[in-house]
């Protein structure tokens, strides 16, 4: 499945070098002036996993395919974004379609570039982003909610709604939606201001290892959790080095792993994901699915029919493969499984499918 996260903050932060460096590539126009970015760019990367090429080793395969995840480079959004200042609707209306929001902050001085705000505040640059979310929400909830409108919607989304309504007027949590609706109900309905988040502190180079006073203050406000300090700008150098110099120069700056490595760790566990094998000699290949995911499940990113005349699926742990080497020892050392359709598929699995067709 991948996954897909749209990159979101005011203008001139850093979000199209961001984008730029985690996409290796020059596709997002990045210029010193807001609204550069009209339609968003989007790029799809390999997830890096060590464990697939000692897998394809072992198998011998001919391929090696890599699971994917998109990134989504949104233009700069403005306060008043909710009722059209800037190009703000149409830019609100891209933030539906990821599945993660990474909210880029800007935590550095510089006279080189230009700010839309008089100074440097991350808290209240992220209050802005946030409350224009919320607003465009409020306006899409109260349409939906209408008594004309009202008619076309199921139960269940009349209620996530009208709850969302009563959080956002009255300043609850709007994430109080997790914990009584699934997941894929909460995504149908649209809604902003319940996207997972991740906050992206860019900073400069002198803060990468320590953070600023900037970064400090938003940490201490929302949290270590959810939060990363990269600099888009380090991250965007990095990528024009060969191999041998950029380890040199990461490990000389102190930087054990890129921004791309930080953000897909940090967006699997927001979002609840896991990775799956398939490896014989023709392919290895990587599969995302959702933490939990039964084995019928699982075959049905492979293919609907998997799932459709799923009967059992053959599988061997990560670890398990690896000492056995492949699937002949793992079967002969009694390590292969034979699993039904209530398995719940583990990070790591090593499965080969049985269906009718």
């Not at 996530?160 to 149908?188: H, P, R, T, Y």
């Amino acid at each position: 499945m991948g996954f897909k996260c749209g990159i979101v903050g005011l203008p001139n932060v850093g979000k199209s070098t961001l984008f730029n460096a985690l996409t290796n590539s020059s596709k997002a126009q990045a210029a010193n002036f807001p609204f550069c970015t009209i339609d968003p760019n989007i790029g799809i990367v390999p997830v890096p996993d060590e464990r697939l090429n000692k897998l394809s080793k072992i198998s011998n395969s001919k391929k090696v395919i890599n699971t994917t995840i998109s990134f989504v480079d949104i233009a700069g959004l403005v306060k008043g974004a909710s009722k059209g200042e800037g190009l703000g609707n149409k830019f609100l209306s891209h933030i539906r379609e990821v599945d993660a929001v990474i909210h880029m902050i800007r935590c550095f001085d510089s006279d080189d570039i230009q700010n839309v705000n008089p100074n440097i505040d991350p808290i209240r640059d992220i209050e802005i982003i946030e409350t224009e979310m919320m607003l465009a929400d409020l306006e899409s909830i109260q349409k939906r909610l209408e008594k004309n409108n009202k008619k076309n919607i199921d139960e269940d989304q009349i209620k996530i709604l009208e709850i969302a309504l009563d959080c956002i007027n009255n300043e609850k949590d709007i994430s109080v939606l997790n914990s009584q609706f699934e997941k894929k109900q909460i995504n149908q309905s649209g809604l902003l201001s319940i996207k997972p988040k991740i906050f992206v502190c860019n900073v400069d180079e002198s803060s990468l290892k320590d953070g600023n006073i900037y970064t400090k203050n938003f940490i201490e406000k929302f949290g270590e959790e959810n939060t990363l300090i990269i600099s888009a700008d380090i991250e965007n150098q990095i990528n024009d080095l060969p191999l041998e110099e950029k380890i040199n120069y990461m490990e000389m700056i102190g930087l054990k792993n890129t921004g791309l490595s930080k953000l897909i760790q940090k967006g699997y566990k927001l979002l609840d994901l896991d990775t799956y094998f398939t490896s014989g000699p023709e392919e290895t290949r990587a599969w995302t699915i959702q933490k939990n995911c039964t084995a019928p499940k699982a075959a049905s990113e492979i293919h609907t029919d998997f799932e459709k005349g799923f009967i059992r699926a053959e599988t061997i742990s990560y670890d398990d493969f690896v000492a056995n080497d492949g699937w002949v020892k793992s079967k002969e050392n009694g390590k292969m499984r034979l699993e039904g359709k209530d398995y719940i598929v583990k990070d790591g699995d090593i499965l080969n499918f049985r269906f009718n067709t």
